[in-house]
Nanobody
Framework: QVQLVESGGGLVQAGDSLRIACAAS????????MGWSRHIPGKDREFVSA????????YYGDSVKGRFTISRERDTNTGYLQMNSLKTEDTAVYYC??????????????????WGQGTQVTVSS
């Protein structure tokens, strides 16, 4: 099973930008969908974004639409989440996963998903 490693998290101020990455241990096929979720302590895990590896079609959760941009680099099997206009409420651990089904990716609590270890993003006011 593909292993995923998130990186790039850190401490930023509100209004800043940050790009986090998700590196896959093996080649992802065109049928794959890479998704991002986040978990804020005390709250449910939330769907953030997803991208179809082949077509590049993107999907976003309502809370990040217009501020976050998901992309992928097929040659390096790496996905990215560019986060702009960060808010304190974006503070969370961000995770990535891969699936062949969009519904599964968006069902962030699905047992079918194997999330990476996560990367912490902290936005200060």
């Amino acid at each position: 099973q593909v292993q995923l490693v998130e990186s790039g998290g850190g401490l930023v101020q509100a209004g800043d930008s940050l790009r986090i990455a998700c590196a896959a241990s093996e080649r992802l096929y065109s049928s794959a969908i890479m998704g991002w979720s986040r978990h804020i302590p005390g709250k449910d895990r939330e769907f953030v974004s997803a991208i179809r590896w082949g077509s590049g079609r993107t999907y976003y959760g309502d809370s990040v639409k217009g501020r976050f941009t998901i992309s992928r680099e097929r040659d390096t099997n790496t996905g990215y989440l560019q986060m702009n206009s960060l808010k304190t409420e974006d503070t969370a651990v961000y995770y990535c996963a891969v699936s062949s089904d969009l519904g599964t990716i968006m069902d962030v609590n699905s047992r079918m998903l194997r999330w990476g270890q996560g990367t912490q993003v902290t936005v200060s006011s």
